[in-house]
């Protein structure tokens, strides 16, 4: 592990550790899942957005998780800041939303988990799996939550990883890997961690990552799970050399190599079933990397956005960026700008502003069949958001 002194590092790091990572992220993480239904199925047009009912979602918030069942979208966690930043407000509940009925519906709490947030989840296939993250400290406990029994059952902790935040999560489509993210040592000291485990639900039981081989600890970074291994792109540090690896959890090994991107915090990417895609705007770009080939391509930043986006997503065969800040307005505002990119096609086309959600920082963007669902975040007053919209690519 590597040890970090200054104090404002972890707040900078919350934004970078959000869900959207997606898939990847924040991520994240990887806590967005595409396969199933296409969600809300009807005549809309492309590029068309349809707001999101607010009756019944869950109360405002940000850096919680959001996963795709198939027909739901699972809305759990999460933090809003109140007062300017001078009280946290962590949550344990949440709820699911159903974008072909535009409803929601509540999710119970769990009364043997805490709230937090910068947490992980991942779908099963049945079932969403919560693990880690923050409150007043570190956590590393979690639970299964099946949507259609309405009901949480908890995990054992018995060889778990110990406890963190910002963890890179995914579903193997047997056991849910968990490696690296932060914690604070006895003197509150910032630790970035390299290590982990993966749990099977079917024994309830935690067997151990081999570190041997592994990248360097990510301080910040994108993973995804490509059907056979597990990708990691990240970097010790904002300008640190930036590192690829890949984790074959049949074989227990890892391989790492140099990845062809810049490192940088606000970086974020998608899984399109080939390649991982990787964006950040403004100065550094992004690139595509397909593990196939073992190769890295370009993506051409002619007619992409003037933002550095809050969240990213892959919908049928496109790249999608949404939100964030506008990098172009008065003091850096937050945006409704966002962007799809055609890799067949190597063009960048803008979303339509038309009946898009609010202007926001930190929104989930999740995938879902057919269609993006955006969900949450911030906007300039840092006032937490409970709406969000169902967008038509």
Not at 101 to 114: E, H, K, T
Not at 248 to 257: I, L, R
Not at 302 to 326: K, Q, Y
Not at 346 to 360: C, Q
Request: charged letters at 15%; a negative charge.
């Amino acid at each position: 592990m590597i040890r970090l002194l200054p104090v404002f590092v972890c707040l900078l790091l919350q934004a970078c550790f959000a869900r959207s990572f997606a898939g990847c992220g924040c991520g994240p993480h990887a806590d967005d899942a595409s396969s199933g239904t296409d969600a809300g199925d009807n005549d809309a047009t492309h590029d068309t957005w349809i707001p999101m009912s607010d009756e019944g979602a869950p109360t405002g918030r940000w850096l919680h998780t959001a996963i795709w069942t198939g027909s739901e979208l699972l809305i759990w966690g999460g933090r809003c800041d109140i007062g300017g930043g001078s009280v946290t407000m962590a949550f344990a509940d949440g709820g699911a939303f159903d974008p072909g009925a535009n409803s929601w519906r509540s999710i119970p709490s769990p009364g043997f988990l805490s709230s937090r947030f910068l947490h992980r989840a991942v779908w099963t296939g049945t079932a969403m799996i919560v693990w880690g993250g923050r409150n007043a400290s570190a956590l590393a406990d979690g639970a299964i939550f099946d949507p259609v029994a309405d009901l949480w059952t908890p995990i054992s902790d018995l060889g778990a990883p110990s406890p963190r935040w910002g963890a890179f999560t995914e579903w193997t489509g047997t056991k849910m890997i968990v490696w690296g993210g932060l914690t604070r040592d006895s003197n509150n000291s910032l630790l970035i961690l390299n290590d982990g485990s993966e749990y099977d639900p079917s024994s309830d039981t935690w067997t151990p990552v081999s570190s041997a081989a592994s990248p360097p600890p990510p301080i910040f970074g994108v993973s995804a799970w490509t059907g056979a291994e597990m990708l990691l792109w990240g970097a010790a540090g904002e300008g640190a050399p930036g590192f690829l690896g890949r984790y074959d959890p049949n074989a227990g090994s890892w391989e790492t190599g140099i990845a062809e991107v810049e490192s940088t915090i606000l970086m974020r990417g998608a899984w399109s079933g080939e390649d991982l895609y990787l964006w950040e705007g403004l100065d550094f770009g992004g690139g595509r990397y397909r593990p196939s080939t073992d190769r890295w391509y370009d993506i051409d930043p002619t007619g992409a956005p003037d933002t550095i986006p809050a969240a990213a997503a892959w919908v049928g065969s496109r790249f999608m960026i949404w939100g964030g800040i506008d990098s172009m307005a008065p003091s850096f505002s937050t945006t409704s700008i966002g962007a799809t990119y055609d890799p067949l096609l190597n063009l960048w086309a803008p979303t339509t502003l038309v009946g898009a959600p609010s202007p926001r920082d930190d929104p989930s963007l999740t995938a879902a069949g057919a269609v993006v669902l955006a969900w949450g975040g911030q906007d300039d007053g840092f006032n937490c958001l409970s709406s969000g919209g169902i967008y038509y690519p």
